[in-house]
């Protein structure tokens, strides 16, 4: 059986990225043509190397890192780690580590883009070969320290030109090239013992691939309106406006998005930047804008590696979200950087293979089948981690579903409790106004009686002014009869004296009429005028005595008048007192009423308040709806990147399985050529031996 020719293929000479999967590290010659001479015991070597897993430059494994754990910078910078994967302002393998003390340099934000969460000076961002579980000496070896920043420098400063050493060429790894090293298997799906198999195999797998990713980062200059955007990782639409503004500083960017998700018609605070649909329009800062390619979104079978630079974006949006915490979208993305890195391994595996098995072809040798059983225990631990990394993807589904059942249950609950201060509001509003309704009916009546009252009120005074002024007028007159009975009592007394003055006189008059009578004769004439002045005086008397009766009949009418006017005053007294009770009780009624009023007033008013404070609750729960449908909307969007990263998974699981057949396969081939040549060593070996002369 011919063996192929070699294909010239060379190892690189330093895996682009550490990996968790076992690699397969020759030792170069010191010196010689080493194209040409392959040491012995290189295969066993390049085995025993294969069963670890490749360390970094100071020997610490990618899998001694997880995301919680406490380490040490430098080895005496203390903190916790907080994100491991690719970054956008340097190549490779980053750390973000939150310090104990603020001696840091960032927030876990580097150029705009949010990685992990800390305070201000407490983030930093380290390679992992800087960093350790254990604080160590300041007198750590200068050799280590110069071989990590050579290490460094070839990973940041490597291109694609190839280097020679010992006359040995060895293509430098390329960190342009990280996404389809790290899942170049699917470029080789297929291998067999032709050296052109074994050359599309190695170009497959060191080979960039053109298209570097679905996603590609905003700048001010890389976008132009009119290009297809992504708005903060989660919401896409079209670039409409680009440039500064008057609601607030700096570059910002307005974009017309797919669904009603934004704020605006493209207007803000009157002035219009751009039309667009009504909550269609959002303003986002140029640093949170993402480009979308027009061919990244439907990559083709060939350029199936870019799943990883999607993953990375997925990665990057979920890391840029404020809402979200860094420690578990950190926690997600390593879990698929260790995916990448076990891939990545093994596509690097794949070149040593091929320069093992084209030098074992010119020193008349093949490589040893535990290289195979060391590949085939590599695919197994890159299944266990596909599997487990579907596994925590499936967690994570379940807890996003969980919070997703919690908003709901929320919703629903503000909701009920939305209805349940409506229906307060109305029955309160009802009772107000049917309140309102009686207290106005109630008023009006006491407005009607307070107007009966007042009426009543003024003509009762009216007709206490009538009788206070006939109570005057009775009294002038009994003034009047009083000094007419004064002047008859006096006449009285006149004509009593009179009437005494002419007893006498008559007295006098009969003594002298006994001394007349001697003198009768005499003074017969003076007798006679006497009997007829006596008779006047008598007629007098009876005049006067008639005038006494009348003025006794007058003074006894006055007493009855009198007594009348007391009596009817002590009427029209007590009327008076009654009406004055009788208002001051209305009085009462009205001051009362107007304390009621006055609370009812203060009622109405502490109504309007409860209103008021039930509307601004009615709104703030409104808010809190809105809040809770855009976190549930944003955990959709995050539910169906997590299912498109679980069928790329699927996929990728699918490929390792038929690249696992393929080593299968290949391992048989290799047994049955290894027992040929067994059988042809042992045979040649009898023909020598028989044909030694005796």
């Known amino acids: 059986?011919?063996?192929?020719?070699?294909?010239?293929?060379?190892?690189?000479?330093?895996?682009?990225?550490?990996?968790?999967?076992?690699?397969?590290?020759p030792q170069t010659p010191s010196g010689g043509n080493s194209s040409n001479h392959l040491p012995q015991n290189s295969s066993s070597a390049l085995s025993t190397k294969a069963a670890s897993p490749e360390p970094l430059e100071d020997g610490i494994s990618t899998d001694d890192f997880m995301i919680g754990d406490r380490i040490w910078v430098s080895g005496n910078k203390p903190g916790i780690i907080a994100f491991i994967g690719d970054t956008q302002f340097a190549p490779g393998e980053w750390a973000g580590i939150v310090l104990d003390e603020a001696i840091g340099k960032n927030d876990g934000s580097v150029m705009g883009v949010r990685y992990f969460q800390c305070e201000p000076k407490r983030g930093v961002f380290s390679r992992l070969s800087k960093i350790s579980h254990t604080p160590q000496s300041p007198s750590r070896p200068s050799s280590q320290g110069n071989d990590s920043n050579s290490s460094e420098s070839k990973f940041s400063n490597s291109d694609s030109r190839p280097t020679s050493t010992n006359g040995t060429t060895t293509p430098a790894a390329t960190v342009q090239s990280r996404p389809s090293s790290r899942l170049g298997m699917s470029g080789s799906k297929t291998l067999s013992t032709s050296s052109s198999s074994l050359h599309k195999a190695s170009s497959a797998g060191t080979t960039p691939t053109g298209t570097g990713g679905s996603l590609v980062a905003g700048?001010?200059?890389?976008?132009?309106?009119?290009?297809?955007?992504?708005?903060?990782?989660?919401?896409?639409?079209?670039?409409?406006?680009?440039?500064?503004?008057d609601f607030a500083k700096g570059v910002w960017a307005g974009v017309e998005l797919e669904e009603p998700l934004g704020k605006n018609d493209g207007a803000v605070a009157g002035k219009r930047y751009f039309d667009c649909k009504p909550m269609h329009g959002l303003f986002a800062p140029v640093h949170k804008i993402s480009q979308i390619e027009v061919g990244g979104l439907t990559p083709s079978p060939h350029n199936r590696p870019v799943m990883s630079t999607s993953l990375r974006s997925s990665r990057e949006r979920s890391g840029s979200q404020d809402s979200v915490s860094s420690l578990s979208s950190t926690a997600s993305s390593v879990s698929r950087s260790r995916?990448?890195?076990?891939?990545?391994s093994l596509a690097?595996?794949?070149?040593?293979?091929?320069?093992?098995?084209s030098e074992a072809s010119k020193t008349g040798q093949r490589p040893n089948t535990l290289n195979?059983?060391?590949?085939?225990?590599?695919?197994?631990?890159?299944?266990?981690?596909?599997?487990?990394h579907i596994e925590q993807l499936l967690r994570e589904r379940d807890l996003e579903r969980s919070e997703v059942a919690r908003a709901a249950a929320h919703v629903d609950e503000a909701e009920s409790e939305l209805s349940f201060i409506k229906t307060e509001q109305s029955r309160?509003?009802?009772?107000?106004?049917?309140?309102?309704?009686?207290?106005?009916?109630?008023?009006?009546?006491l407005e009607n009686e307070k107007q009966e009252l007042l009426a009543f009120l003024e003509e009762e005074k009216r007709r206490v002014e009538d009788l206070q002024f006939q109570l005057e007028e009775e009294t002038l007159k009994d003034d009047t009869e009083s000094k007419s009975t004064v002047a008859n009592d006096l006449q009285v007394l006149e004509l009593e004296r009179q009437i005494k003055k002419e007893k006498e006189r008559s007295d006098n008059l009969e003594m002298e009429l006994g001394h007349l009578k001697k003198k009768l004769e005499d003074q017969h004439k003076t007798t006679e005028q006497a009997k007829t002045q006596q008779s006047s005086y008598q007629d007098q008397i009876e005049e006067l005595t008639h005038k006494l009766a009348q003025a006794e009949t007058k003074i006894k009418a006055f007493e009855t008048t009198r007594l009348e006017d007391s009596a009817k005053s002590g009427q029209i007294n007590i009327a008076l007192s009654e009406k004055q009770n009788r208002v001051k009780e209305v009085e009462d009624q009205l001051a009362l009423q107007r304390r009621e009023m006055?609370?009812?007033?203060?009622?109405?008013?502490?109504?309007?308040?409860?209103?008021?404070?039930?509307?601004?609750?009615?709104?703030?729960?409104?808010?809190?709806?809105?809040?809770?449908?855009?976190?549930?909307?944003?955990?959709?969007?995050?539910?169906?990147?997590?299912?498109?990263?679980?069928?790329n998974a699927n996929s990728n699981t699918a490929d390792l399985q038929r690249q696992l057949a393929a080593s299968k396969t290949k391992a048989e081939e290799l047994a049955a050529d290894r027992a040929i040549l067994k059988t042809r060593g042992s045979t040649k070996r009898l023909v020598e031996l028989f044909s030694k002369p005796s």
Request: hydrophobic letters at 30%.
């Open 1 to 25: 059986m011919s063996l192929p020719r070699p294909s010239g293929i060379k190892q690189p000479s330093r895996i682009g990225r550490p990996s968790a999967l076992p690699a397969a590290r």
């Open 219 to 245: 700048k001010p200059g890389g976008v132009k309106v009119g290009d297809r955007v992504l708005v903060s990782g989660s919401k896409q639409g079209i670039l409409r406006f680009i440039g500064d503004t």
């Open 339 to 344: 995916v990448r890195l076990g891939v990545t």
């Open 348 to 357: 690097n595996q794949y070149s040593p293979r091929v320069n093992l098995a």
């Open 372 to 388: 195979l059983s060391a590949t085939t225990a590599a695919l197994q631990k890159a299944l266990k981690e596909k599997e487990e």
């Open 428 to 445: 309160l509003r009802l009772d107000a106004d049917e309140q309102i309704r009686k207290y106005q009916v109630l008023i009006a009546d």
């Open 598 to 647: 006055s609370s009812m007033s203060q009622q109405l008013t502490d109504m309007k308040e409860e209103l008021m404070t039930s509307n601004d609750k009615r709104k703030k729960q409104d808010d809190y709806i809105k809040e809770l449908t855009d976190k549930l909307n944003h955990t959709e969007n995050q539910y169906k990147d997590m299912m498109d990263e679980i069928r």
